[in-house]
């Protein structure tokens, strides 16, 4: 009798504590709302052109900081070669867009080449991007296909840490030396610039460049609910394992380098969607925007607003941005230094972000003051 009424009270507790309160079912869910309703409500609305287009470019970085929550806030994965795949996307995207530039004034080249360009025909490589399917669909898949690569060789060798975001480095910095020394077919230091047209709509034309932002809020409002659905399921809490203790997961079974890799390359997939995106809403794509700063950038903003938290890393992505914005007018030469020093802070003093702060200054507030001493 003793032993049945135990078992029914531990049942009905343990029933009890994973009941879901319906202010946990639906915060969430509320969270997306009050987003969707800033994001396309209020913020077309109280911002002038000039700054909603400012605000589309940080949402970019703030898609890309997504990535980064998984593969680094989830995975462990320091991903200091993001910018490869932003540019990989915003290439692809920029390829197309001068293309059909180049179309609707009846030339088969683009401006650049005619004027940089030593030969009459369209590079092979080119080609395939005049097709709008195409060139999307390459925004996605080749960041996806080298991320893809790059961690098939690098996890099955077991490479992790420090070794692994030195070689994403200099992953960055070899296409952005590439890139700058194809002058005649990538633009060079310049890159692809002047884009005015975005699948027919004119971009010099504010309302759509209004569509333009819709598009992208849109773009990472579904990216982090994707994101957030890969969070709570299985594989997300077997790469935190992954990222806890490696060796226990490959003891379990479970292949550690190919946990990891699905977080890299899903990872490599947002930035290069956000690289395209990039494209329509400044109108420029260059070795600059890709390169070893940029891609450092990105983790600051992520590691700011807290990498492990999904708003954390979006709202420190667009607070970083907006802050370089800010600063580097005004310093244009010591930017990089306070960048440097946001990213020490973050990682050094908080390593949680800012979304960690609520956190610590209530631990702090709650921790038992020590008594003294009695005779």
């Known amino acids: 009798m003793t032993t049945t009424t135990t078992t029914t009270t531990t049942t009905a507790a343990a029933v009890t504590s994973s009941a879901v309160s319906p202010r946990e079912r639906f915060r969430v869910p509320g969270a997306f709302l009050l987003g969707a309703v800033v994001l396309l409500g209020v913020a077309p609305l109280a911002l002038s052109d000039f700054r909603?287009?400012?605000?589309?470019?940080?949402?970019?970085?703030?898609?890309?900081?997504?990535?980064?929550?998984?593969?680094?806030?989830?995975?462990?994965?320091?991903?200091?070669?993001?910018?490869?795949?932003?540019?990989?996307?915003?290439?692809?995207?920029?390829?197309?867009?001068?293309?059909?530039?180049?179309?609707?004034?009846?030339?088969?080249?683009?401006?650049?080449?005619?004027?940089?360009?030593?030969?009459?025909?369209?590079?092979?490589?080119?080609?395939?991007?005049?097709?709008?399917?195409v060139a999307l669909a390459m925004t996605v898949l080749l960041p996806m296909a080298v991320a893809a690569l790059l961690g098939f060789l690098v996890f099955?060798?077991?490479?992790?840490?420090?070794?692994?975001?030195?070689?994403?480095?200099?992953?960055?910095?070899?296409l952005a030396i590439w890139l700058i020394g194809q002058q005649a077919t990538t633009g060079g230091t310049n890159g692809l610039t002047d884009i005015q047209g975005f699948f027919g709509y004119d971009l010099n034309d504010p309302v759509n460049q209004r569509m333009v932002y819709f598009v992208i809020a849109a773009v990472l409002l579904l990216l982090m609910a994707a994101a957030r659905q890969l969070f709570v399921s299985r594989y997300g809490e077997l790469l935190i394992a992954v990222r806890d203790s490696e060796e226990r997961v490959r003891f379990l079974g479970y292949n550690p380098a190919n946990v990891k890799l699905v977080a890299y390359v899903v990872a490599a997939g947002m930035a290069g969607l956000a690289g395209a995106l990039f494209v329509?809403?400044?109108?420029?794509?260059?070795?600059?925007?890709?390169?070893?700063?940029?891609?450092?950038?990105?983790?600051?903003?992520?590691?700011?607003?807290?990498?492990?938290?999904?708003?954390?890393?979006?709202?420190?992505?667009?607070?970083?941005?907006?802050?370089?914005?800010?600063?580097?007018?005004?310093?244009?030469a010591a930017w990089t230094y306070f960048q440097g020093l946001l990213f020490i802070v973050a990682v050094g003093f908080l390593p949680g972000g800012l979304a960690s702060l609520v956190t610590v200054l209530r631990k702090r507030r709650t921790r038992p003051t020590p008594t003294g001493e009695t005779a």
């Open 52 to 133: 909603l287009n400012l605000l589309a470019k940080y949402l970019c970085y703030a898609i890309v900081a997504v990535g980064v929550s998984l593969a680094w806030g989830r995975g462990g994965l320091l991903v200091l070669g993001q910018g490869v795949f932003f540019g990989l996307g915003g290439y692809a995207m920029a390829m197309h867009l001068k293309l059909a530039d180049a179309a609707a004034t009846g030339q088969t080249l683009p401006d650049f080449m005619q004027l940089y360009g030593t030969s009459d025909a369209l590079p092979w490589w080119w080609k395939p991007f005049a097709d709008p399917a």
């Open 156 to 174: 099955r060798r077991r490479v992790k840490g420090a070794y692994f975001a030195i070689l994403s480095q200099a992953l960055a910095a070899a």
């Open 280 to 332: 329509p809403a400044v109108g420029i794509i260059s070795p600059a925007l890709i390169g070893i700063v940029p891609s450092i950038g990105f983790v600051i903003g992520a590691a700011v607003g807290g990498r492990a938290s999904l708003l954390g890393a979006v709202l420190g992505a667009i607070a970083v941005a907006w802050t370089q914005s800010t600063l580097s007018d005004a310093f244009p």
